[in-house]
T-cell receptor
C-alpha cells in the first residue's frame, strides 16, 4: 500500500483478555516504531525495529507487552492480560533508514499509520 | 531528564499572531531534527525538517542551535487551521542506527 496500515482501527476487549495489533509498514522501510498515546497525552515510545538488528524494547511498560516483526515487514504488538490502563491509541510508524549514514546529513522522517484505538472494559 | 523537552502549552493566540515553540534535546550526537504536527484524534504528520542553517516554508520557520541543543518553530500570521499539537523530533543512536525520539508536544489553539 501507499502508506502505513494498521488493523484493527478500533478494538474493545474485556479486562484480562489478550489482544494483537497489526502494523503493515510502507514497502521497503527498514525501521518500524510502536508508540502509545493516551487521551490528551504525548507519544509514549514502546519498541523500535531496525532491519535485522535486535529490537530496542526499552519502552515496553511491562512483560505483558511484546512485539514481533516477521520478515522485516509486518509487525504485531501483543498485549497479554489486558488492563484498563492499557486503553490508548497505539500508533505504528515506519521510516527508511540507511546504514552508515554520513554524520550531519538529514535522515528520512517517519510516516505514521492511523492507529488502533484500544478500549479495555 | 527526558531526551526531548517541550513546553506543553497550551498556547492560545488570536488569528494573525506570531507564535514560537521551543524544544531542547539532551543528546549532543543527535543528527537530524524535525517538527511534526498532530491534529486532534489524528496521527502525527511531518511538518518540516530542521536544517542547521535554518529553513522556511511559507509562514513556518525552523531554527536549530546545535551548541545550545535547541530547536525552534516560528509560525507567522496564525490561522485557525494551525490549531494542533506540534511535536519536536530528534534522532538518537540505538544499536548503531538513528532512532527518532518524539517530544510530548506543544498544543496551539488559534482563536478568531
Amino acid at each position: 500500500g501507499a502508506g502505513v496500515s494498521q488493523s484493527p482501527s478500533n478494538k474493545v476487549t474485556e479486562k484480562g483478555k489478550d489482544v494483537e495489533l497489526r502494523c503493515d509498514p510502507i514497502s521497503g522501510h527498514t525501521a518500524l516504531y510502536w508508540y502509545r498515546q493516551s487521551l490528551g497525552q504525548g507519544l509514549e515510545f514502546l519498541i523500535y525495529f531496525q532491519g535485522n538488528s535486535a529490537p530496542d524494547k526499552s519502552g515496553l511498560p511491562s512483560d505483558r507487552f511484546s512485539a514481533e516483526r516477521t520478515g522485516g515487514s509486518v509487525s504485531t504488538l501483543t498485549i497479554q492480560r489486558t488492563q484498563q490502563e492499557d486503553s490508548a491509541v497505539y500508533l505504528c510508524a515506519s521510516s527508511l533508514v540507511l546504514g552508515g549514514h554520513p554524520p550531519g546529513a538529514s535522515l528520512p522522517s517517519a510516516f505514521f499509520g492511523q492507529g488502533t484505538r484500544l478500549t479495555v472494559v | 531528564r527526558k531526551e526531548v523537552e517541550q513546553d506543553p502549552g497550551p498556547f492560545n493566540v488570536p488569528e494573525g499572531a506570531t507564535v514560537a515553540f521551543n524544544c531542547t534535546y539532551s543528546n549532543s550526537a543527535s543528527q537530524s531534527f524535525f517538527w511534526y504536527r498532530q491534529d486532534c484524534r489524528k496521527e502525527p504528520k511531518l511538518l518540516m525538517s530542521v536544517y542547521s542553517s535554518g529553513n522556511e516554508d511559507g509562514r513556518f520557520t525552523a531554527q536549530l542551535n546545535r551548541a545550545s541543543q535547541y530547536i525552534s518553530l516560528l509560525i507567522r500570521d496564525s490561522k485557525l487551521s494551525d490549531s494542533a499539537t506540534y511535536l519536536c523530533v530528534v534522532t538518537s543512536l540505538s544499536g548503531g542506527y538513528n532512532k527518532l525520539i518524539f517530544g510530548a508536544g506543544t498544543r496551539l489553539a488559534v482563536h478568531p
